[in-house]
């Protein structure tokens, strides 16, 4: 095998000093009636060759953004990704390097985890960050869970109803089975119902779970949230879509307390939803509850200014089960790239990218919204990137399935996750999709709709 | 000769006015952007960001990247965190176009090949493990803890058992018991014996009646094969309790013992360790779980299936816990631990796990002439050093040592862990490594013994920072740049 060293004479060498005969009398430890008496039942070893040929059968039988425009969003977006993010994230030394425990060899790390944590507080607005979490939906359960540590009275979680579908499932799975009660708050027209939010929040609330923009692509009035949210001496935690910052107040600038992303977008592809990275970001008070890896800059024997692992008092290796989390790793090469890429954009790259992104989303609702069979859902509410159609035949499968064959893939279907909104589909555009395939979707939409669905793209 | 420049930082190098991307204009008819969002949503400030030209960046990351040891250039034998090779044709095949650019929410219709990756991938962790259902989704080694914890919890439920105790050895990782706090239970330890294994008299008298699991790493943490196992997993059985596998050192075993055989209900995996996955300064992993058919029903939602000639995703699962990640979970760490295992196969696999355990205790064979080893003459893929007594006559820790290896070369091991050994050194070599690197690093650890204490209180002395004062760190936390308390 390519990846092991010892040659039988190695094997024999090594035995002898070790002092045994056999390998297989290293194993005498492992009781007999323990051991596999068997070879596992696996696929027959692959040489590179045949392993590329193997993995490329595969991918070849996956439709993929280049072999379809890909409309789809809903949490994990099409958008570019620089050369120059993969070519320095693909060094060895950054993606075959550990946790950076030996701050003298890791300052490479670090110091990249340290200017991550920076640009994540200029961009959201918040005074700290950690060194990122798993991903946005588990980063807004470990947000609640700081939330709900801070003592604070209130033991009630609200959500708002606009939220990622799947991120309010995961926090039912965390929190139901711990008996606290998670409040949702039905959203109406894709946006937050404030008197409702009025009504629900009270004295018990613990923390309010918004995302802005929510998971319809609606822009939330946080600002007015945050008010209610403070009145009653409660915790807001604002979920973000980070490129909708180059454009949208920040989390920090509109009262949020605590700030969770989806980081993928921010120069890491799709990848069939993961590896991801989980943005996390809050203000002052919390810097001893904030779960995850933390990077301090302090100095060396030497006076030198350098950057260290820090605050690991919170953290399970110290703590135990006294830990603010059970967290003990990051996203690091996700944290990196994310880095990198706002390196490289800059504040005016963002700028531009999230100005692309709502022009063309905006131009595509009004295209698409012409096709005679669809009309826009939630029409009078602001949006940023997506927006929700109605197939007024109620055919949502069927449409998308024939603009998959036309080369698109042309939306998220509602129904799995909203069973009112069978007959919608949510529609993303980033500033990777063009005004040609754009008019192309809204063209084939037609002539599915006038039953001539053939003509490709 | 070390570029000065690269201990700036992006805020230190910017320059208003550059950038490094030229986005292509806008192609739709364009509108006044407060015609399309109401102005009070938008930004009234520019963002902070630096302002670098794409040769900077790439500069500044370039050398950031020099002052890194990893695997690609260093030898790392860090106990109990397997750092091993991680092959180069992983990283081509999990960046393949119809693999890495796949969106969460395609059709399934559309991603065919990739169910089927999963699907097979459910099935052989399962075979390596012993235990027939397999959830992908868990994000990182603890998260798989947290997750199977949550399993266990919903199983108790589901046949009306109240069960309140997790208990997890003294030596086992701390994610142990803070997953155990975090799903609702109370973590209890156990004392470890003499010889490093469970205390069975304390596990006893501490296998009450309202224990739900038992938490246990078999190879422990000090690279020894459990020799209680089967009694102690008959004993938590008969009380009902459930067994669960931290499986942080699979790679000593790899098709030579099975966690389900030798008594687990569930384990995760850590594919960043024992199938190759790179480590990333610190991630992504994975932490992919298997269980007894019984605790099937409770997984995570969704599963890959197979129905006739396609495969699907179900998630008609009434009985789940529900969702723990977004979407799928970590696939392109699961796409390189795929394409490792078919890398090797059945005797690959054992070949794998066979020399892993042979340049450990060749390694063991060799440092223990002059570092005691405290727990035995014979380890699996690890094992842990004393400095305690280097400590004691010459004032020489674990901590200069690990430090003074970094001035040779050669990473330091884990120290200080696990808490029950003084002084500990944890020594892990992989199976990727060959016997004259093992030699060279023996000479080296060798050498240090003899060297002059203080030389070592003040190494490393070659690397670009020395000894970071770490208390400084925590008491007046910098977390950001241009925002340090004095």
Not at chain 2, 252 to 277: C, E, Q, V
Not at chain 2, 320 to 346: D, E, M, T
Request: hydrophobic share 40%; proline share 6%; net charge negative.
């Amino acid at each position: 095998m390519a990846y092991l060293y010892n040659t039988p004479d190695d094997q024999h060498a090594m035995l002898k000093a070790i002092g045994v005969d056999s390998i297989e009398a290293l194993f005498s430890t492992i009781p007999e009636d323990l051991r596999l008496k068997r070879d596992l039942d696996l696929p027959p070893q692959m040489g590179e060759l045949e392993l590329t040929q193997h993995l490329s059968a595969l991918a070849g039988k996956n439709a993929s953004p280049a072999t379809h425009a890909c409309f789809l969003g809903g949490g994990s977006y099409d958008h570019f990704v620089p050369a120059a993010v993969d070519a320095l994230a693909s060094r060895g030394e950054f993606y075959t390097s550990y946790t950076p425990y030996q701050p003298e060899v890791s300052q490479g790390n670090l110091q990249a985890m340290f200017e991550y944590q920076t640009l994540i507080c200029d961009l959201t607005g918040m005074d700290l960050s950690n060194a990122s979490l798993y991903d946005g939906g588990s980063a807004l359960a470990e947000a609640v869970i700081m939330a709900l540590n801070t003592g604070k009275r209130g033991e009630k979680v609200v959500v708002l109803g606009t939220v990622h579908p799947e991120y309010r499932q995961i926090l039912q799975t965390y929190f139901t089975h711990l008996g606290i009660e998670i409040i949702e708050i039905p959203c109406v027209d894709g946006i937050a119902d404030l008197a409702k939010v009025e009504e629900t929040v009270n004295a018990e609330t613990n923390c309010v779970v918004v995302q802005s923009p929510n998971f319809f692509g609606g822009i939330e009035d946080v600002a007015a949230i945050a008010e209610i949210v403070h009145k009653n001496d409660a915790v807001l935690i604002q979920s973000f879509d980070p490129i909708s910052l180059g454009l949208l107040k920040r989390p920090g600038d509109l009262g949020a307390d605590i700030a969770v992303a989806e980081g993928h977008s921010l120069g890491s592809a799709m990848q069939y939803g993961g590896p991801y990275l989980g943005i996390m970001a809050c203000n002052d008070k919390f810097v001893r509850r904030l779960p995850g890896r933390i990077v301090g800059q302090t100095e060396d024997r030497r006076g030198k200014r350098c950057w260290v692992l820090t605050l690991q008092t919170r953290e399970q290796h110290i703590r135990r089960e006294k830990a603010t989390s059970n967290i003990c790793t990051n996203q690091g090469l996700f944290a990196l790239r994310a880095s990198i890429y706002l390196a490289l954009l800059g504040p005016g790259g963002l700028k531009q990218c999230a100005t692309l992104c709502t022009q063309k989303a905006h131009y595509a609702q009004t295209k698409l919204s012409e096709v005679e069979r669809l009309e826009p859902v939630f029409a009078g509410s602001p949006f940023f990137k997506e927006f929700v159609l109605r197939d007024t035949q109620g055919n949502v499968e069927g449409l998308l399935a024939e603009a998959r064959e036309a080369g698109f893939l042309g939306g998220v279907p509602l129904g799995q996750f909203f069973p009112e909104m069978n007959d919608c589909f949510l529609v993303c555009v980033t500033e990777k999709r063009t005004k040609q395939e754009i008019d192309a979707l809204a063209r084939t939409f037609s002539l599915i709709h006038s039953g001539s669905s053939t003509i490709h793209a | 000769m070390r570029n000065q420049q690269a201990t700036q930082l992006l805020s230190e190098l910017s320059h208003p006015g550059r950038t490094a991307v030229t986005w292509p204009a806008c192609d739709v008819p364009e509108q006044p952007i407060e015609d399309l969002i109401p102005g009070s949503y938008l930004s009234d400030k520019a963002l902070q960001l630096p302002e670098l030209t794409e040769g900077e960046v790439v500069r500044h990351y370039t050398n950031l990247s020099t002052k890194n040891m990893s695997v690609d250039t260093h030898y790392y034998p860090l106990g109990s965190c397997t750092m091993k090779y991680n092959p180069k044709r992983n990283e081509r095949l999990a960046s393949l176009p119809g693999i890495v650019d796949l969106h969460p929410y395609q059709d399934e219709a559309t991603i065919q090949g990739m169910l089927q990756l999963l699907f097979e991938l459910q099935g052989i962790f399962s075979e390596i493990s012993g235990l027939p259902a397999c959830s992908l989704q868990p994000a990182a080694g603890a998260h798989g803890e947290l997750t199977a914890l949550m399993v266990a919890a919903k199983y108790f439920k589901s046949i009306g058992e109240d069960r309140k105790v997790v208990l997890a050895p003294d030596s086992s990782h701390g994610t142990n018991p803070a997953s155990a706090q975090m799903a609702g239970f109370k973590a209890v330890s156990i004392k470890s014996d003499p010889a490093g294994g469970v205390d069975m008299d304390d596990f006893r008298a501490k296998l009450t009646d309202d224990i739900a699991v038992l938490m246990i790493t078999n190879p422990s943490t000090l690279g020894l094969f459990e020799k209680n196992m089967r009694e102690i997993a008959d004993a938590v059985h008969a009380k009902g309790g459930l067994v669960y596998l931290d499986g942080a050192n699979m790679n000593a075993i790899l098709g030579i013992a099975r966690p389900g055989d030798f008594g687990a209900d569930m384990m995760h995996y850590n594919p960043h360790k024992t199938f190759s996955g790179p480590h990333g300064g610190g991630g992504p992993g994975a932490g992919p779980i298997c269980v007894a058919d019984k605790l099937e029903p409770f997984l995570p939602s969704p599963v890959v299936v197979k129905d006739g000639e396609n495969y699907k995703l179900n998630f008609d699962r009434p009985e789940s816990i529900g969702r723990v990640r977004s979407f799928f979970g970590n696939v392109g760490v699961l796409v390189r631990a795929y394409c490792y295992i078919l890398s090797h196969g059945p005797v690959g696999l054992r070949e794998i796990s066979e020399n892993a355990v042979l340049n450990a205790n060749y390694l063991l064979s060799q440092v223990k002439h002059f570092l005691p080893v405290p727990r035995g003459e014979r380890c699996m893929h690890e094992f842990v050093a004393s400095a305690g007594k280097l400590k004691q006559e010459r004032g020489i820790t674990a901590m200069d040592i690990g430090k003074r290896l970094l001035d040779y070369g050669f990473h330091a091991p884990t120290v200080y862990f696990p808490l029950t050994v003084p002084e500990a050194i944890m020594i892990e070599p992989t199976e990727t490594e060959s016997k004259e690197t093992l030699d060279a690093f023996v000479q080296t650890l060798f050498r240090i013994t003899e060297e002059d204490a203080e030389l070592l209180h003040e190494a490393p002395h070659s690397t670009p920072i020395s000894r970071p004062n770490e208390v400084q760190a925590a008491r007046s936390p910098c977390l950001r740049a241009n925002f340090c308390s004095s």
